[in-house]
């Protein structure tokens, strides 16, 4: 029986973990959660089913009182970070954005291991993270580093030639001109079910380029060794290349819910994790190189991950605020990408080259914000 706490229990990838888990009640036990507390409902309903005795909630504390007499509920903005300091088995970090860090290191810090669903907390601040955790401590969750774990157990990592990340390529892959693209039409993925800031850095291929930066701190392999490419279908989620030519794939339905079962039960996989492939009936998968010119953000994340230091954290940020005012109506889709450019060129100078604690990468993304919200404003739109 493994102790499981769950940070973002409300969103998506929270939901599906607590799904996982109520299918195993003999493996898992459910011992905290936190969310943001926009869903309060949907968070005492879990408390209730899980008879977890712990909660954290950002907003909201007294809603949730009231609703849990004799449930211990933290509140405030440090409540995600107190939950993952609770010793666990297991913690998982699926809060989104960079949020996440500093959970992530109280967590590490107690000797938890982490399941990584926020790939934040690599990208904002990878160093401290990696200083942070003994090794075995860091599990992936996301889909894509899930499949590099499981393809990595085929060789050594000197006999690695390649990590080779899979892409939707999101709804535009097959769109030329990107320049009237509408909230709704960003929204809609065509493969995933995710979060709204999810799913609009999958169709700018944002998400794709912090996945680069976080597969390199998680299994130490150099940008130069890492790539991406085009698979609409979703279902090889991700390639190892070895130095002999071998190319070992993880292949599976869309589905979270493997990724998330293996990392609670790592380095164990959970019994019906999900349905397999049904080899029944016949598939097509196709692959196709990204095109860079399109979606410039893959290129632009990799340079910001070998300068190193701040630069990644600038990045996010100033994504992330570009996010928000697209989904805003104030700026257009392309604007994203260039206004986290422009904050990039701008804080270049003077962006730290080591960052050596959370303080500096709170003070890295706030000078990042503050430029993206100057920018966005300027445009006017």
């Known amino acids: 029986m493994r102790d499981i706490s769950i940070l973002g229990s409300t969103g998506s990838i929270g939901v599906q973990a607590l799904e996982v888990i109520a299918a195993n009640p003999n493996q ?32 909201n504390g007294a809603l949730l009182r009231e609703a849990l007499p004799g449930v211990n509920v933290i509140d405030g903005k440090g409540a995600a970070a107190q939950v993952a ?11 989104t954005g960079s ?11 107690v ?6 669903a926020n790939k934040e907390s690599l990208v904002a601040g990878g ?8 090794p075995g401590q860091l599990i992936p969750v996301d889909s894509e580093h899930s499949a590099l774990a499981q393809a990595l157990r085929a060789g050594t990592k000197n006999e690695v030639s390649k990590l080779i990340l899979t892409a939707s390529g999101g709804p535009f892959r097959n769109r030329n001109d990107l320049s009237d693209v509408t909230i709704e039409e960003a929204l809609a993925h ?19 380029g912090l996945e680069i930066i976080e597969a390199h701190y998680l299994f130490d392999i150099p940008y130069s060794k890492i790539d991406a490419v085009i698979h609409p279908q979703s279902i090889i989620h991700s390639m190892v290349e070895f130095h002999d ?44 190189p990204i095109d860079n010119a399109k979606f410039p953000a893959i290129d632009l994340a990799r340079r910001c991950g070998e300068i190193g230091g701040a630069m990644p954290a600038i990045f996010n940020a100033a994504n992330e605020e570009a996010v928000a005012a697209f989904l805003k109506g104030q700026i257009k889709f392309t604007e994203i990408i260039e206004i ?5 060129q701008h804080l270049a100078a003077e962006a730290p080259a080591t960052l050596s604690d959370i303080a500096d990468v709170s003070a890295i993304e706030e000078d990042a914000r503050a430029s993206a919200n100057q920018n966005i404003k300027m445009r006017g739109n």
């Open 85 to 95: 300091a609770i010793p666990v088995d297991v913690m998982l970090n699926a809060i």
């Open 111 to 116: 000797g938890n291991k982490v399941a990584l």
């Open 99 to 109: 949020l996440g860090l500093g959970p992530t290191l109280n967590a590490l810090g």
């Open 340 to 344: 986290v450019d422009a904050v990039l």
């Open 245 to 288: 030519g071998s190319v070992i794939a993880q292949a599976s339905p869309p589905s979270m819910k493997l990724p998330i079962a293996l990392a609670l039960s790592w380095p164990d996989r959970t019994v019906g994790a999900i349905p397999p492939i049904d080899w029944s009936t016949a598939h097509t998968w196709g692959f196709a």
């Open 28 to 59: 898992f036990r459910v011992v905290a959660l936190a969310a943001g507390g926009s869903n309060i409902p949907r968070l005492v309903e879990q408390v209730r089913a899980f008879g977890v005795k712990v909660v954290g909630v950002e907003g």
């Open 190 to 208: 065509p493969t995933w079910n995710m979060g709204p800031v999810v799913t609009i850095n999958s169709a700018t291929l944002v998400n794709k």
């Open 127 to 134: 160093d401290l993270v990696l200083r942070a955790a003994k």
